[in-house]
């Protein structure tokens, strides 16, 4: 098969799928055409598929590694525009049975590119939090302006994905995460996105003090964090990207550990043994998503936390101990995330490394 055949292929069936529930979305267009380009598709080719999509049928690739490359790419298409509808969920499962690709493996897939999804929605919605407050009294600064780009730097974001929060933030809101530590640190950026400049304009205060409402804390509480920042103005315009990007980290490793679906006890008696002999061998799964996830949280609380201060190394068996009995790890990673934002100064690189060098990273400060 030609190449040029090949991809028609895989276009075709990502039409198939994307107008499976009888209409293709904006999201999922905009995702198409960009296929197409990168397929370097001819434009008529393109709209022939585009057009005749609901009357298309899948094409089934004969190599299992390119069976499980067009599952990957069907996927992407149908989260595209943030919703799984049933048609479509049933659609893609025809293609996988088609390709004799069990169902518990497309859901695995399915659940794995959701996560990521949420990832990225997560991270764009603290950066059009930032832009919102900014841009709220019509002017951003040279400061602000400065403090954006490396947020949306540490956060990762594309070009693509920073110009659309510029382009819409007029009709966007102030965006409130789910998790109570989440909510106080969105405030912390928010604030100080703020005073980055020097200056506080009465929309920006507003707005501030509004949010803050919603989360459920008040005007003191605004303002004791914008007196706090403005004490170390000079620290975070030098650096308050690190600020921003620990903490996420923090929180984008809190969420995955906290949705493993391993007993708290059993973790955190694991945890304890470690600690306590200084082995670290212990595996929670066959998984190795999951270990990295297991030894990145067990590195926040081991090496980083103790490399801060000194004086939790002491208290860590008896927090696990509290862990343990009350079966939670909240109180653990609130102390955790205090730490960090009390006495932490150099970026949190744990992210970029693999499960061995965690565990190499976590053995080596211990000997």
Same mark, same amino acid.
């Given at each position: 098969?030609?190449?040029?055949?090949?991809?028609?292929?895989?276009?075709?069936?990502?039409?198939?799928?994307?107008?499976?529930?009888?209409?293709?979305?904006?999201? =999922?267009?905009?995702?198409?055409?960009?296929? #197409?380009?990168?397929?370097?598709?001819?434009?008529?080719?393109?709209?022939?598929?585009?057009?005749?999509?609901?009357?298309?049928?899948?094409?089934?690739?004969?190599?299992?590694?390119?069976?499980?490359? *067009?599952?990957?790419?069907?996927?992407?298409?149908?989260? $595209?525009?943030?919703?799984?509808?049933?048609?479509?969920?049933?659609?893609?499962?025809?293609?996988?049975?088609?390709?004799?690709? #069990? @169902?518990?493996?497309?859901?695995?897939?399915?659940?794995?590119?959701?996560?990521?999804?949420?990832?990225?929605?997560?991270?764009? #919605?603290?950066?059009?939090?930032?832009?919102?407050?900014?841009?709220?009294?019509?002017?951003?600064?040279?400061?602000? =302006?400065?403090?954006?780009?490396?947020?949306?730097?540490?956060?990762?974001?594309?070009?693509?994905?920073?110009?659309?929060?510029?382009?819409?933030?007029?009709?966007?809101?102030?965006?409130?995460?789910?998790?109570?530590?989440?909510?106080?640190?969105?405030?912390?950026?928010?604030?100080?996105?703020?005073?980055? @400049?020097?200056?506080?304009?009465?929309?920006?205060?507003?707005?501030?003090?509004?949010?803050?409402?919603?989360?459920?804390?008040?005007?003191?509480?605004?303002?004791?964090?914008?007196?706090?920042?403005?004490?170390?103005?000079?620290?975070?315009?030098?650096?308050?990207? *690190?600020?921003?990007?620990?903490?996420?980290?923090?929180?984008?490793?809190?969420?995955?550990?906290?949705?493993?679906?391993?007993?708290? =006890?059993?973790?955190? =008696?694991?945890?304890?043994?470690?600690?306590?002999?200084?082995?670290?061998?212990?595996?929670? $799964?066959?998984?190795?998503?999951?270990?990295?996830?297991?030894?990145?949280?067990?590195?926040?609380?081991?090496?980083?936390?103790? $490399?801060?201060?000194?004086?939790?190394?002491?208290?860590?068996?008896?927090?696990?101990?509290?862990?343990? *009995?009350?079966?939670?790890?909240?109180?653990?990673?609130?102390?955790?995330?205090?730490?960090?934002?009390?006495?932490?100064?150099?970026?949190?690189?744990?992210?970029?490394?693999?499960?061995?060098?965690?565990? #190499?990273?976590?053995?080596?400060?211990?000997?």
């Amino acid at each position: 098969m030609s190449e040029l055949k090949r991809n028609l292929a895989t276009f075709q069936n990502l039409c198939v799928i994307a107008s499976v529930d009888g209409e293709i979305s904006d999201g =999922e267009m905009t995702l198409l055409a960009d296929t #197409a380009l990168s397929l370097n598709l001819p434009p008529s080719e393109f709209w022939a598929k585009i057009l005749r999509a609901p009357y298309l049928d899948f094409i089934i690739p004969n190599g299992l590694e390119e069976r499980l490359r *067009e599952l990957r790419m069907v996927i992407l298409m149908m989260i $595209s525009d943030g919703n799984i509808s049933d048609t479509e969920y049933k659609g893609c499962q025809v293609f996988a049975r088609k390709m004799k690709i #069990a @169902d518990e493996y497309l859901d695995e897939i399915i659940s794995f590119y959701r996560n990521k999804q949420d990832e990225r929605l997560k991270k764009m #919605a603290i950066y059009s939090n930032l832009y919102i407050i900014a841009a709220v009294d019509g002017d951003i600064s040279d400061d602000e =302006e400065h403090f954006l780009s490396n947020a949306a730097q540490s956060l990762g974001l594309s070009e693509a994905e920073v110009a659309h929060i510029h382009h819409n933030y007029q009709n966007m809101e102030l965006v409130v995460p789910e998790g109570e530590e989440e909510r106080y640190y969105a405030l912390r950026n928010i604030v100080l996105m703020m005073v980055i @400049d020097g200056e506080i304009e009465s929309s920006e205060y507003k707005q501030c003090v509004d949010y803050a409402a919603i989360i459920g804390l008040n005007k003191k509480d605004v303002d004791e964090i914008i007196t706090e920042y403005r004490d170390k103005s000079d620290a975070y315009r030098q650096a308050p990207e *690190e600020e921003v990007e620990n903490i996420d980290i923090y929180l984008d490793i809190y969420n995955t550990f906290n949705a493993l679906k391993i007993p708290v =006890e059993q973790l955190a =008696e694991n945890m304890l043994d470690m600690f306590e002999t200084k082995v670290f061998t212990y595996m929670p $799964s066959s998984d190795d998503t999951i270990n990295k996830t297991f030894y990145d949280f067990l590195w926040l609380l081991s090496v980083r936390a103790v $490399s801060l201060d000194k004086a939790i190394s002491d208290q860590i068996p008896q927090k696990l101990r509290q862990v343990i *009995e009350v079966g939670n790890f909240q109180q653990l990673q609130s102390d955790l995330l205090d730490i960090e934002q009390q006495k932490g100064e150099t970026a949190i690189m744990i992210h970029q490394v693999s499960l061995a060098e965690v565990i #190499a990273s976590i053995s080596e400060y211990y000997l």
